[in-house]
């Protein structure tokens, strides 16, 4: 039942945020705090022009190449969406009012974010802007508005006040982003006396998704999504191990880009995030390092094992039911590639037992692992080749299979042209 989950979430609140690291000890041996980071002169995070992807969008704006559209309903969401080149089937709705706008957002009017590889952008119906956060590929993410209202000339702005709650220790102490699941009120409200989590694909399934609506069909598995709760009496919401088809019922679905809050999608969501914010924080403190003139070699090697135990799975919640997806982002997301010679992707989703079917993170591909400081991006390498070769046989790699490693470094040779092992 809820409540049970309820009690179990609580107590895991504190543990999570004791845990924000774990695997992680480099991560707090330079530079410790958000303030000291943001204004070290390697990184510049205030001042350096960003180089992500909704900068580039803001530019073609300013320069006339790119024009946007509005529309009477949803402003220039769809017109945003085809430029920075977001599906509608990547939607994550949220009724918990945790955003800058939350005055806006109820069980009735949920904030729907959309999400690629390097950007995610919120959307609630009735409120002054659109909301992004883009990954730049050395300044970690970098947070904008636009205005919705209809200009000839609409302008993104870049808002740093969002790092007011994006940057903590939940966001690994830099510019970044996380998934929040907490307990939630029919108004949408917040109860984090009975919740508070933060969650990653670690994260087991009973404490995901407070404050989130969840479609698709999971079997028995539990957790918070779909379930509002009474603050007087939590005992009397109704247990979450439904599997929901459609939201008809709790909103204007049509009001919409997409009637799915897609569970394939929101489990990628989980996982993305704090690859993300790992591949920053790494980033950054192996540049102030290299500035300070520190030797960083074991520092490295510690940011390493962080970065490539998450990014092989290594303490994966697992999956107790097959997971079914209801928009087609699975079927979008796993065909995207790239593809080894024997048409293998690591964007291949799973959802039997575990989310990828080879379980090594599709990141690797991504902009900012591909900038990451040299020392940090070999010493990544090293460690990954040496855990899928078994030069490494530590006892948190079992879970890894000998066709699960073979198939890994094949994927890695035939589609990283920089992988040499």
Known sequence: MLWRALVVLALAALATLLNLERGSVALAQLPPTATDLVREPAIDYFRKPPADPVALLRQQLADGTATLAFEPEQGYLRSVLRALRLEADSQVLVYSKTSVQAVRINPKNPRAIYFGDAVTLGYIRGADYLEFAAQ??????????????????????????????????????????????????????????????????????????????????????????????????????????????????????????????????????????????????????????????????????????????????????????????????????SSAGPRDRKGRSLRELALATRLLRYPCSYM????????????????????????LTGRVRDAKYQRLSASDRQAVLEILRDTKSDWRF
């Open 364 to 387: 690797i591909y991504s902009d900012a692992f591909a900038q990451l400081p040299a020392a940090v991006h070999d010493a990544v390498y090293l460690r990954l080749a040496d855990v």
């Open 136 to 333: 730049d590929p050395q300044q970690g993410t970098i947070f904008y508005t636009l205005d919705q209202k209809p200009s000839d000339r609409p302008v993104i702005e870049r808002r740093d006040f969002c790092l007011s709650c994006h940057i903590s220790v939940a966001t690994l102490e830099v510019p970044g982003l996380l998934v929040r699941s907490i307990v939630t009120s029919p108004t949408g409200g917040t109860l984090p006396q009975l919740g508070n989590a933060v969650v990653d694909h670690r994260t087991p399934f009973a404490e995901r998704w407070g404050g989130y609506y969840v479609t698709g069909r999971h079997g028995a598995i539990e957790h918070l999504g779909n379930a509002l709760v009474d603050r007087n009496d939590p005992q009397a919401a109704h247990a979450t191990a439904q599997n929901v088809m459609s939201l008809r019922d709790r909103f204007d679905v049509d009001a919409y880009l997409s009637p799915h809050a897609d569970i394939a999608a929101l489990l990628v969501f989980d996982h993305q995030m704090r690859m993300t914010n790992l591949l920053t924080r790494a980033g950054w403190d192996s540049r102030v390092a290299a500035a300070k003139h520190q030797d960083a070699t074991a520092a490295n090697r510690e940011l390493a094992e962080a970065i490539v135990d998450y990014m092989l799975f290594v303490d994966e919640a697992p999956l107790t039911a097959r997971i079914e997806g209801s928009s087609g982002f699975a079927e979008r997301f």
